[in-house]
């Protein structure tokens, strides 16, 4: 079966200590994994796609890297308006084979919490 | 652009009441999706429309029924509401094709509580 871990459930970090989240994944045959970010009463916003492993993108103070079994969300001196819960994604196939036929499953996310 | 909208923001529901949760993107993206989100459980799919015209079921789609009225808008419905139905229910679209980068974008959600 599927599946995708989130780990820590929940950060705290003071202003400026840098840390990383981590997102397993066992789904066969990785097609892509997104990272999430979600503010508070708010819908989840997009922040990265990594399609491969060796892949890295960046973002202000986020950096996120993909292996064949994991993901990783690093911040770097992270400010309190980095404070959110961090969400990853799994991108899956449906059972057509069909181009538009793929859904994202998502791990229970990571809950960062950045004190002044 | 207003990017994905949904209405309503709240709703407190009793059991056994119906009620339809209401969702348009205009962002001319094919596909659209139904999430809730609990604590602790992530977001999990209730139904999807991978194109106008149709509709799939997802992880969760008992007690729902979904209907893609045009492009634009995919409506989901609680025929007889259950207490095991609270919860923040999102919609989301993706554009989708060979060359789509295939992440989805999210609506503000409609928070549910059924009494």
């Known amino acids: 079966e599927d599946q995708v871990t989130q780990s820590p459930e929940a950060l705290r970090l003071q202003e400026g200590e840098s840390s990383s989240l981590n997102c397993s994944y066992t789904v066969s045959g990785l097609r892509g994994l997104f990272w999430y970010r979600q503010d508070p009463g708010k819908g989840p916003e997009f922040l990265f796609t990594l399609y491969s492993a060796g892949e890295e993108k960046e973002k202000e103070r986020l950096k996120a890297t993909l292996t064949k079994k994991e993901s990783f969300l690093h911040i770097t001196a992270p400010k309190p308006e980095d404070s959110a819960t961090y969400l990853c994604a799994v991108l899956l196939w449906g059972f057509l084979l069909l181009s538009n036929d793929y859904k994202l499953s998502f791990g229970a996310g990571t809950t960062v919490t950045v004190r002044a | 652009n207003a990017g994905v909208t949904q209405t309503p923001k709240f709703q407190v529901l009793k059991t056994g009441q119906s009620m339809t949760l209401q969702c348009a993107q205009d962002m001319n993206h094919n596909s659209m999706y139904w999430y809730r989100q609990d604590p602790g459980m992530g977001l999990r799919l209730i139904y999807y429309s991978a194109s106008e015209g149709t509709t799939d079921k997802g992880e969760v789609p008992n007690g729902y029924n979904v209907s893609r009225l045009n492009k634009r808008e995919f409506s989901l419905r609680l025929e007889s509401a259950a207490p095991s139905q609270t919860s923040v229910y999102f919609c989301?679209?993706?554009?989708?094709?060979?060359?789509?980068?295939?992440?989805?974008?999210f609506g503000p959600g409609t928070r549910l509580t059924v009494t």
């Open positions: 989301a679209s993706s554009e989708q094709g060979r060359r789509s980068s295939y992440e989805q974008y």
